[in-house]
């Protein structure tokens, strides 16, 4: 009897502790759903600056202008006093050519020159004697013609007609000497030709160079045949090759919806990643025409090279602005959730708690964007991830320090 009543104590001690550990754990749990756990959340403010929407171009550096320099007459290389990295002056002798058979060329011009002078002078010489002989033999029948007709049958007319003959004689004389000194004259025309001709191909075996800049490359040694390069009939092969790199032309492909922005003379800013440095540069050329399979517009922007800092084939950006606005109501893209052509931000409201706006956009930047309608300057929006939050949670808004900058 005894050790029954103990068990029921003991039952009905168990039973009082079990009711009470439920009641205590029903008022924590109806307090926890009452008084939920406020989270803290980041915020970025509503706020006007001034905000630009752009486009960023890639593009590479090539030379002013470069060319491969051939040689105008066949021959072999005797000398050659530039190599790859030299830099060369407009006219300066790179290399030298020798063709054996042009210096015999020349001298057979030089004395055919010379000979050719040698028969205009004798022509001369005798148009001159032949000049004097018609005018002493038409002096004398002009005499005897004269006297002949003052005194009649005083000159026998044997005589007059043998002063006649002469006299026609001496002037066909004249007449056979100038045909022989304009063939004279006009075979030292042809020499001299020659001679210049020949002479000119002897400054060819000088290979120059065609304006100032560096050699970049180099295709030929001394002792190396190089073929004439005006000569269709052989691929020939260039001595060296020369550019220009005191200005580099940056080539862009400009995206049709910036063509209207490009203008020639426009300054830009040309950053050079390799160097990590930023050059000006002017907008020098474009097509003015976009191309029909890129719908890109071929544009050149020329930047000073002085100190050869840049080279060719580098590549470098430029940043054209397409709209700018000084005021306008930005939030940072972060904060923007968008589902198709709709955007929405989720608000922290005057009680901190949250709430869906649908907002419309205008302008962007690479961090932030404008809000034309949904938002006012001042308002709260949540940046950052959305999925530990809920419309309706009320949370501890933490505001966030940006960097400001809107343009880029």
């Not at 407009?90 to 054996?100: D, F, I, N, R, T």
């Not at 295709?219 to 020939?236: E, H, K, P």
């Not at 544009?299 to 000084?326: C, F, P, R, W």
């Not at 933490?398 to 809107?406: R, S, T």
Request: charged share 25%; proline share 3%; glycine share 4%.
């Amino acid at each position: 009897m005894e050790l029954n009543l103990k068990r029921i104590v003991v039952v009905v001690i168990i039973l009082v502790a079990a009711v009470v550990l439920l009641i205590t754990y029903g008022h924590k749990a109806k307090a926890n759903e009452e008084d939920p756990q406020i989270r803290s959340a980041a915020v970025a403010i509503a706020e006007k600056h001034p905000l630009s929407n752009t486009v960023t171009l890639s593009g590479e550096f090539r030379p002013f202008q470069e060319v491969d320099v051939h040689a105008k007459i066949a021959g072999y290389i005797r000398v050659i006093h530039v190599d790859v990295g030299d830099h060369v002056r407009q006219g300066q002798v790179m290399a030298v050519l020798e063709v054996p058979e042009l210096k015999a060329e020349l001298q057979g011009s030089d004395a055919a020159v010379r000979r050719s002078k040698d028969a205009v002078r004798r022509a001369n010489s005798d148009l001159q004697r032949a000049q004097s002989v018609h005018e002493a033999s038409h002096l004398n029948f002009s005499r005897l013609k004269d006297a002949s007709a003052t005194h009649p049958g005083i000159i026998a007319q044997q005589e007059l007609d043998d002063a006649e003959a002469k006299d026609k004689e001496a002037e066909a004389q004249i007449s056979a000497d100038e045909a022989a000194l304009s063939e004279a004259e006009n075979q030292l025309d042809v020499a001299i030709a020659n001679q210049q001709q020949f002479t000119a191909m002897t400054d060819y075996t000088n290979i120059i160079a065609p304006f100032d800049g560096v050699v970049t490359k180099r295709y030929a040694d001394t002792g190396a045949l190089v073929q004439a390069g005006t000569s269709s009939s052989t691929q020939a092969m260039p001595v060296v090759r020369v550019a220009e790199t005191d200005v580099c032309r940056l080539i862009l492909p400009v995206p049709e919806s910036a063509v209207p922005q490009v203008h020639l003379g426009s300054t830009v800013q040309v950053r050079v990643q390799a160097l990590n440095r930023t050059f000006e540069g002017k907008v020098a050329r474009f097509a003015d025409a976009v191309d029909q399979e890129t719908r890109t517009m071929h544009t050149e922007v020329d930047v000073k090279n002085t100190n050869q800092t840049l080279v060719q084939g580098m590549y470098a950006e430029i940043s054209l602005v397409l709209a700018h606005k000084d005021a306008a109501l930005t939030i940072p893209l972060q904060a923007v959730v968008r589902n198709g052509s709709e955007a929405t931000v989720l608000v922290v409201n005057a009680q901190n708690r949250l709430e869906e706006r649908r907002i419309q956009l205008g302008l962007e930047s690479n961090n932030r964007v404008e809000v034309l309608s949904g938002l006012k300057e001042g308002d709260r929006v949540l940046i950052g991830s959305r999925s530990e939050y809920r419309v309706g949670d009320q949370v501890e808004p933490k505001p966030i320090v940006e960097n400001q900058g809107a343009e880029s």
